[in-house]
């Protein structure tokens, strides 16, 4: 497993890799790996003949009161975990050799990046969609694996690259959750004990709202309703937004049909935790 921290090396390596007829996939994180990272390093591994892991903790996608500076970062720990999942190559660049001096170039993805966690993280996904697309200039895979975790950012980044014409296959692989259903995620750490035990809620709400629209409910209020009624009454969690959405675009949807995302964004103390399920809607 080579470690590689300039973008030119970067190049080079990946060149000698293609030039030899070797297929690509590229697992884009921030590090401070889990289990939901090393599932997208496994299925790299399984479809194509090189496995690139980038950990760039990305400053353009945090806002200035956000945790940019005590995002929880452990490269000795992640390098293990990269290894146990035969990663080839770590990329691990500094901020200045991602936004070097004078850079002024960002990328905006319309409409969908105001949604959501974009109504109270603004910028945020213009960061996401600027990081992504120069690490896929750099890395150049032939796919690119995200997780269902972040399903805003995940369609954000489809539409960018088909919109750019950036000839890469998107994965998006299931999010990964604790035994007690919690979603994995880095920010998890910053749970207190009693918040880490509330947050489980997130999901027994998203899991009610499945079970509503099986039973025939087909009115998004009364399911959004009733997940912040049961968020309100488990946990002192702060919730942002909880929405029934289009899956594919993002608007919303007023009478459940077809593929539902339903998502939802709720505050433990310091950690913001995000949470979805797509659910398909017999009619
Ligand atoms: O999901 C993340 O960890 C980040 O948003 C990403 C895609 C690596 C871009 O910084």
Redesign the pocket.
Known sequence: MKIITSVKSLRHTIDKFKGSGKTIGFV???GFLHEGHASLLRQSGRDVDVTVL?I???PL?FGPAEDLKNYPRDIKKDELLAKKENVDIIFYPSVDEIYPTGFLTHVYVDDLSDRLCGKSRPGHFG??AT??LK?VNMVDPDVMY??QK?AQ?AVI?RKMLQDLNVPVKVKILPTVREADGLAMS?RNSYLSLRERREAIVLYKALNQAKTLIKNGERTAKTIVLGMAKMIQEESQGIIDYIQCVNAQNLSVIDVLKNEVLIVLAVKFGRARLIDNIIVRVNE
């Open positions: 884009p994180t921030m980038s760039f903790v990305n996608q960061g996401v990081v992504v690490l995200l997780g972040d950012q980044v880095s």
